[in-house]
């Protein structure tokens, strides 16, 4: 049974850091690429951040390129999404994803989600 568990999220202020965490089990887990995607509410899941689990290649969104990082420990099974800079517009539920085969941006493309956790940046 695949389980994905997000923790990490909260309350912060603009310009503070959050690092969110992806525990997985019950799947391999360095042989799938993996991704965070986030939703608001009233919007549509849109793409964060991938991790290619051919070549650990890492691909991000527009709107955090330079202020997010994805990365992954293999040891422990968990993938993270280190937030710096935040700014009110990251509002939103994270989830961590398993992609059904190579990373892609559409949420349609992965087979395994994560429950979500929150995260609230206030201005």
């Known amino acids: 049974q695949v389980q994905l568990v997000e923790s990490g999220g909260g309350l912060v202020q603009a310009g503070d850091s959050l690092r969110l965490s992806c525990a997985a089990s019950g799947h391999p887990f360095d042989t799938y690429s993996m991704g965070w995607f986030r939703q608001a509410p009233g919007k549509e899941r849109e793409f964060v951040a991938a991790i290619s689990w051919s070549d650990v290649s890492t691909y991000y969104s527009d709107s955090v390129k330079g202020r997010f990082t994805i990365s992954r420990d293999t040891i422990k099974k968990t993938m993270y999404l280190q937030m710096n800079s935040l700014k009110p517009e990251d509002t939103a539920t994270y989830y961590c994803?398993?992609?059904?085969?190579?990373?892609?941006?559409?949420?349609?493309?992965?087979?395994?989600w994560g429950q979500g956790t929150r995260v609230t940046v206030s201005s």
């Open positions: 994803a398993i992609a059904r085969d190579a990373w892609d941006w559409r949420p349609t493309e992965y087979a395994y």
